[in-house]
T-cell receptor
């Protein structure tokens, strides 16, 4: 596909359950990012991948959150023991470069809306 | 602590008039700024950006102005069109990092 693809588009789960959210970046993009957007807020950075490795995971809120990108393309965000406060839209973005600043336009997917009941 | 602030949650403008969206930041290390537009149920779409070495960047109907001394940037849309109705996010980063810091967004409504 031409853009960043995220699945599922919606996920409803119960408190305490485990969820996986998938991101398929734009082909050829080496950098991949996860953000979380809560109601009425802007996207908040969670984690950044350069290739297969997590170069910056400083935004992950706690150890219930984990993300992988084993082959340097598709990424999965994993949330264990979900809590109601985890309810948000999880956005994935990719960019063609790994440098910051002007060459680092990030292209976003439509997001996964996670609802924890 | 909100490093990027969009103090107007909403704005309504008549079609054909100018829309001005504002953004303030606190971190003097930021050297790259972007505007994203977001429609409901879609991801943010890149609109326009500006480097801190410039004070203005123009792309068609969209112009971004940067005032570094005031730590303020603005997005001008001229003329505004009903299809511009969306939520606009301001974002900032510095060259040494990869993450964007986003504002809380401004919902623009262009009235036909």
């Amino acid at each position: 596909g031409a853009g960043v693809s995220q699945t599922p588009s919606n996920k409803v789960t119960e408190k305490g359950k485990y969820v996986e959210l998938r991101c398929d970046p734009i082909s050829g993009h080496t950098a991949l990012y996860w953000y979380r957007q809560s109601l009425g807020q802007g996207p908040e950075f969670l984690i950044y991948f350069q290739g297969t490795g997590a170069a910056d995971d400083s935004g992950l809120p706690n150890d219930r959150f984990f993300a992988v990108r084993p082959e340097g393309s598709v990424s999965t965000l994993k949330i264990q023991r979900t809590e109601r406060g985890d309810s948000a839209v999880y956005l994935c973005a990719s960019s063609p470069h790994t440098t910051g600043g002007g060459k680092n336009i990030q292209y976003f997917g439509a997001g996964t809306r996670l609802s924890v009941l | 602590d909100q490093q990027v602030k969009q103090n107007s949650p909403s704005l309504s403008v008549q079609e054909g008039r100018i829309s001005i969206l504002n953004c303030d930041y606190t971190n003097s290390m930021f050297d790259y700024f972007l505007w994203y537009k977001k429609y409901p149920a879609e991801g943010p779409t890149f609109l326009i950006s500006i480097s801190s070495i410039k004070d203005k960047n123009e792309d068609g109907r969209f112009t971004v102005f940067l005032n570094k001394s005031a730590k303020h940037l603005s997005l001008h849309i001229v003329p505004s069109q009903p299809g511009d109705s969306a939520v606009y996010f301001c974002a900032a980063s510095d060259t040494g990092t990869y993450k964007y810091i986003f504002g809380t967004g401004t919902r623009l409504k262009v009235l036909a």
